[in-house]
């Protein structure tokens, strides 16, 4: 069973840039939701994707947008980025919304 | 919205010793998990317990929900136990299965 995997671990980006960001899902499951965590501070919930549609989000401006694909994987993307987006960016799959599981993460650090 | 407490935000032990960490909870919840998170920033899913009593090796929970709130116990502590310990639930609307943390427990074992 391959566990969620994300892309890529470490990226340096500078204001005003946008990134993307991917996600693996665990096999068999069928939703993906994404995470920002702060130095310090717990993860906060960005958004969630289940049948490649937005099922909730949390209080992101929409410059915070995703895609999900057939294949349950997923995107985050960011765009004109500010520096306060400087995070550790979590992956979560799980199945119709019970038990999650993460990824590694993605460190983006914007100059 | 729901808020999450943990206690205590720093904890050091010995190696060998016993602890408790707790967590508690504004509100209704349909889900409860653990995670500990390593030096490199993945969240390690330790239980899913939205009520009752799980053990698994050293580690046990206990979750009342009609108290509001979660106990983990880690007993005989070794350095590799060192890390944040999170607790996060979701909200009885279960908004698109998000997960609301807490602040966590940075807990060090010294050897």
């Known amino acids: 069973e391959t566990g969620v995997t994300q892309s890529p671990t470490h990226l340096i980006k500078t204001r005003g840039q946008q990134v993307t960001l991917r996600c693996s899902s665990q096999?068999?499951?069928?939703?993906v939701s994404w995470y920002q965590q702060a130095l310090g501070q717990g993860p906060q919930f960005i958004f969630q994707y289940y049948r490649e549609e937005e099922n909730g989000r949390g209080n992101f401006p929409p410059r915070f947008s995703g895609l999900q694909f057939p294949n349950y994987s997923s995107e985050l993307n960011v765009n004109a980025l500010e520096l306060d987006d400087s995070a550790l960016y979590l992956c979560?799959?799980?199945?119709?919304?019970?038990?999650?599981?993460f990824g590694e993460g993605s460190r983006l650090t914007v100059l | 919205g729901i808020q999450v407490e943990q206690s205590p935000p720093d904890l050091i032990l010995q190696e060998g010793a016993n602890s408790t960490l707790r967590c508690n909870f504004s509100?209704?919840?349909?889900?409860l998990q653990w995670f500990h998170q390593n030096p490199w920033g993945q969240l390690i899913n330790l239980f899913y317990?939205?009520?009752g009593t799980k053990q698994n090796g050293r580690l046990s929970a206990t979750t009342v929900a009609t108290e509001r709130y979660s106990l983990l116990y880690i007993s005989s502590s070794q350095t590799t136990d060192s890390g944040v310990y999170f607790c996060a639930v979701s909200p009885p609307d279960n908004q698109g299965g998000k997960l609301i943390f807490g602040q966590g427990t940075e807990l060090s074992v010294k050897p």
């Open positions: 096999s068999g499951h069928n939703t």
């Open positions: 979560a799959s799980s199945f119709s919304q019970m038990e999650l599981f």
């Open positions: 317990i939205p009520s």
């Open positions: 509100d209704s919840v349909n889900n």
